[in-house]
């Protein structure tokens, strides 16, 4: 036998939970809102801008074949300019002589991608294993 209580004969319960979903939705919308401002607000990757002297290089980056290449497509490496015809069989021959296992690569912000490709496909094909992006 259950026993119920009720105020002046109505059946009227009182409700003691917390409904959370509107505070999920709440949040949910947030999130999604500070993952699209965060993808904004981080610049896409590459931001160089190179310095005048495009074939300089340090002293110490004289292990490594160093590859430039310029808002206009040109390619240098180790401070000449190579065309890209050109840069499959200059990479192999570095390679073929000195044994450089390692490339440091400078792309402009505005260099075209294909420049860029032709770069890591010559790399890839005389053998260079290491191929690093410089940026600063």
Request: aromatic share 6%.
């Amino acid at each position: 036998m259950s026993i119920r209580s009720t105020a002046a004969g109505s059946e009227t319960a009182v409700l003691s939970e917390i409904n959370i979903t509107p505070l999920t939705d709440v949040l949910l919308v947030l999130l999604i809102i500070f993952m699209i401002l965060a993808s904004l607000a981080i610049p896409p990757g590459f931001e160089r801008q190179l310095p005048c002297n495009c074939g300089a290089h340090s002293d110490s980056q004289r292990h490594t074949v160093l590859v430039v290449v310029t808002r206009r497509g040109r390619i240098f490496v180790d401070g000449r300019a190579t065309s890209v015809s050109a840069l499959y069989g200059r990479l192999a021959l570095i390679h073929a002589r000195k044994r450089e296992d390692r490339i440091s690569l400078y792309a402009d912000a505005k260099a075209p991608y294909g420049a860029i490709v032709r770069v890591l496909d010559a790399a890839k094909v005389s053998g260079i294993g290491d191929v690093s992006f410089v940026t600063q």
